[in-house]
């Protein structure tokens, strides 16, 4: 099942920096077991842009649409076998401590 897994920054980071994990090993580790399709840190929220459509005339606003003080920094594309092992690897990562992290499975393709 594939999940894309949102990394986010939080105001209230893990204190207890005991055993940080390396992203460099994390990123090496998932890759090496096929568990990791893709995945890239982004750019600030400087650099985004909020693109609406509202009764036909085009909207846009630089940032991102919510004003908060979470943001989502990167993402990675997971190949697990069920939610578990995806909670397992996003457990495993630094911005679980540093941060947070939200799986979203991939919705299941309808037939056209």
């Not at 055993?19 to 568990?35: C, K």
Request: some cysteine; proline content about 5%.
């Amino acid at each position: 099942m594939r999940y894309l897994m949102f990394v986010c920054t939080d105001a209230e980071p893990d204190q207890d920096q005991t055993d940080w994990p390396d992203i460099e090993a994390w990123v090496a580790d998932n890759d090496a077991r096929g568990r990791r399709l893709d995945g890239h840190e982004l750019a600030a929220t400087s650099a985004a842009t909020t693109v609406r459509v509202r009764d036909g005339e085009l909207l846009l606003c630089d940032g991102p649409f919510a004003e908060t003080k979470e943001v989502i920094v990167g993402y990675d594309i997971l190949d697990c076998a069920d939610l578990d092992e995806a909670i397992e690897v996003a457990r495993t990562h630094p911005m679980a401590r540093a941060g947070r992290i939200e799986l979203r499975p991939f919705a299941a393709p309808t037939d056209a």
